[in-house]
């Protein structure tokens, strides 16, 4: 009697745990709000949408693409850094009104990081990622996970992340 009631709890503990998983893991792509505070100039950045998922995407099907848009929500004025990728089959670039900034890429597999972009107070840009499912070759078939990091002088970068599963 005493191993089917531990039996029942651990069924119950991996249920929960797997429950758990699902409820947050399903987050990524739904709307959350992230705030950069630029504590050198005052400036805030916020962004609806940190996290995205491409879903099933063909390893053969070209480069795909999502904007995320960030605005300045505050009075102050905020300034972009350095842009970085976490991978060389990740790029960004940057739009603000008809200007246009990189492509920005991983450190040291690709042309310049600094970006030296001033957002104005209530402006909004738009960081546009792109994914090379074949980058990697057929070892990259699987979920990937990539991120872009956007250095405002915050304590912590602006992390902008996605997640793809590449398929044959």
């Not at 053969?60 to 904007?67: C, F, S």
Request: charged share 20%; hydrophobic share 40%; proline share 4%.
């Amino acid at each position: 009697m005493n191993n089917i009631k531990t039996m029942a709890l651990s069924l119950i503990l991996f249920a929960a745990v797997i429950g758990g998983l699902v409820w947050f893991g399903g987050k990524n792509g739904r709307s959350q709000t992230a705030t950069i505070n630029n504590e050198a100039s005052g400036g805030i950045l916020t962004v609806k949408e940190i996290n995205y998922d491409f879903g099933d995407v063909g390893i053969k099907n070209g480069l795909i693409d999502h904007e995320y848009i960030l605005e300045n929500a505050s009075d102050k004025m905020v300034k972009i850094g350095e842009v970085s990728t976490s991978c060389m089959c990740t790029s960004a670039e940057i739009k603000t009104g008809d200007k246009k900034y990189g492509p920005f890429g991983m450190p040291g597999h690709s042309g310049a990081s600094r970006a030296n972009i001033i957002v104005n107070s209530g402006e909004k840009i738009i960081v546009k990622a792109t994914f090379d499912p074949a980058a990697h070759g057929p070892a990259g078939i699987g979920m990937v996970e990539r991120a872009i990091f956007i250095d405002t002088g915050a304590a912590e970068p602006l992390t902008l992340t996605f997640k793809v599963n590449v398929t044959p």
